[in-house]
């Protein structure tokens, strides 16, 4: 039996969905585990491009089960928009092969609402949420009071009397702090969540028994990952972070599967740095070269299509992933990427106020005086798309990969030097 965990180490967007794709083939769970929404993986699968959100990249692959877990937060409107795009393609989703958490709580119009008055309101201390009203469902998770989750919605007089309460709530808070803002009807959102449970009802089942029965039966399963380690509530640049656990302390939590029961844990990382949104990013590059990997590796959102901030790739902060996460392994990602620059650089340590650190800080105020200490390698100036061994990468193109296991503490054992999965060394 295999129990794998495909793992983002940075800050989100290593490209993990190639790897959970390259992977499906021998597992037969692919179980999601955090976040909502806001996350996006692109895949290319027989030929064509797939940008899912919600969904387990599993669920493109025949005779694999497609697992939304309860660590999830679920809007089912825009999950039913995702399954009916992937149905219209002639892609099978159905009570067969996707499952969805009856634990998982579920997004609401007044979180939408909320999320976009608490980011306005922060004015230059804005998160960057990517305005879905993940943040704030999960808000409402921990105060549990206003917290509905998806088999609520199937005990129609407690949902009924839960979202009379919660939404007189919401109205009076959200009035106050915009009196423009038009109030919510109870009687319209309870009308169409009641619509969505319908249509998700063979969808829904208690996850956490079910994965525990196919442990049981020996089933190998793969947990994929979500944004990324440092985007983590607990272990990253706090508070410019998601608001699940991001790293693969989320798994168990997530799931109801014991992180013991995990035999494989492969750190993602791509071979330059990105991060979306507001915080810290001690490597960033405002310059033609950032502009350059942005064009080049096509570093725009798959949820939001918002460009994301570039820069070299931070050893000290993506080696604090990989040791949250206990990593066995790392993929590098997108190698190709870099192929037409003269010099590449890694930080292989920080400055902070005088005093060289290879240590991550808690505190966003010590990151964002960080200077990155600079390993300068020269560039390898080829195409390396159409490399299928590591003898058949240029002598750069290996230093550089050599220089992040040396900084990381842990081997590759993959190399993405183009989207298709044929670009993959397996080392």
């Known amino acids: 039996m295999s129990v794998t965990s495909v793992v983002g180490l940075q800050w989100g967007d290593e490209a993990k969905g190639k790897i959970v794709d390259f992977l499906t083939d021998s597992h037969e769970v692919v179980v999601r585990y955090q976040g909502g929404n806001n996350a996006g993986h692109t895949v290319k699968f027989d030929g064509e491009t797939y940008k899912l959100s919600l969904l387990p990249t599993g669920i493109l692959r025949p005779g694999v089960k497609a697992v939304i877990g309860n660590g999830l937060v679920v809007n089912p409107d825009a999950l039913l928009k995702e399954m009916k795009s992937l149905t219209d393609r002639g892609i099978r989703v159905d009570g067969g092969n996707l499952l969805v958490s ?92 009641l619509d969505y449970a319908d249509k998700l009802r063979s969808h829904v089942v208690d996850t956490t028994a079910w994965l525990h029965r196919s442990l049981k039966e020996k089933k190998n399963i793969l947990f994929e990952g979500a944004q990324g380690s440092l985007l983590d509530v607990d272990h990253g640049t706090f508070p410019y972070v998601t608001s699940s656990n991001s790293s693969a302390a989320g798994i168990h939590s997530g799931s109801g599967v014991p992180q013991r029961a995990v035999t494989r844990m492969i750190g993602v990382v791509k071979a330059y740095t990105t991060r979306v949104g507001g915080g810290p990013f001690p490597t960033e590059l405002h310059n033609e070269i950032g502009q350059h990997i942005r064009d080049v590796g096509h570093e725009y959102g798959t949820v939001t299509g918002r460009p994301r901030r570039c820069g070299w790739f931070d050893a000290v902060a993506t080696a604090y992933g990989a040791r949250v996460c206990g990593v066995d392994e790392i993929a590098v990602m997108l190698l190709d990427v870099l192929a037409q620059l003269d010099e590449v650089c890694v930080c292989e340590a920080y400055d902070i106020r005088g005093e060289r650190t290879t240590d991550f800080p808690s505190h966003v105020e010590d990151l964002e005086v960080a200077k990155p200490v600079l390993r300068k390698i020269p560039g390898w100036k080829q195409d390396i798309t ?8 240029p002598a750069g193109a290996r230093r550089y990969v050599d220089t992040i296991c040396e900084l990381l503490g842990v081997p590759a054992k993959f190399i993405s030097i183009g989207p298709d999965r044929e670009q993959t060394i397996l080392l």
Do not use: Q
Not at 141 to 162: C, M, N, P, Q
């Open 102 to 193: 009856d634990r998982a709580h579920v997004i609401l119009p007044y979180h939408i609402v909320e999320d976009a008055i608490f980011e306005k309101r922060s004015g230059n201390h804005a998160i960057g949420t990517t305005g879905r009203g993940i943040g704030t469902c999960y808000r409402d998770k921990a105060g549990r009071t206003h917290a509905i989750r998806i088999g609520d919605l199937y005990h129609r007089e407690t949902f009924r009397a839960k979202l009379d309460e919660i939404v007189a709530f919401k109205n009076l808070t959200l009035r106050a702090l915009d009196p423009a803002i038009e109030p919510l009807d109870a009687d319209t959102i309870y009308s169409n969540y």
């Open 386 to 393: 159409h490399a299928r061994k590591l003898s058949d990468l």
